[in-house]
């Protein structure tokens, strides 16, 4: 179960911290990034779709650290490949942050940010 003080703060908290680990040299990037927290979980997801080099990472290895609320949380990145589920993340992603990235409908394809959701699940949780 997610820890509510963290659910919480992810919900509050516009940028956070995020430290994944190179596909091949292993090596940490931090970088900040947007966080959503819907439905009891912690997403994240690159508006620029999969083509940046943290959610390469991520599909590569899955490992992260989320820096947040004073906390390092050590992550395991779940890719969301349910277009239903990825879909989801645009009206909490719009509401908070005023972004207006197009979205998908029906059997419309992925737009390139709904291709690229993470849900974040710490480590024992």
């Known amino acids: 179960m997610l820890d509510p003080s963290l659910y919480e703060a992810a919900a509050r908290t516009k940028e956070v911290e995020l430290t994944t680990f190179g596909r091949t040299s292993g ?3 931090r970088r900040i990034i947007w966080i959503t927290a819907l439905d009891g979980r912690l ?22 650290i989320l820096h947040i609320d004073s906390r390092d949380v050590p ?5 969301v490949t349910d277009p239903d589920e990825a879909r989801a993340m645009h ?4 509401r ?3 972004a207006a ?3 998908s409908t029906g059997a419309q394809p992925l737009t390139p940010a709904e291709q690229a959701v993470f849900e974040l699940v710490p480590e024992g949780g």
Do not use: F, I
């Not at 992550?75 to 890719?79: D, G, L, P, T, Y």
């Not at 009206?91 to 719009?94: E, H, I, L, R």
């Open 43 to 64: 997403y994240v997801r690159s508006g620029l779709g999969l083509t940046r080099d943290w959610p390469k990472n991520l599909l590569a290895n899955g490992r992260a």
């Open 96 to 98: 908070k942050y005023d």
């Open 27 to 29: 090596k940490p990037s």
């Open 91 to 94: 009206a909490p992603v719009k």
């Open 101 to 103: 990235r197009p979205s």
């Open 75 to 79: 992550v395991h990145a779940r890719h």
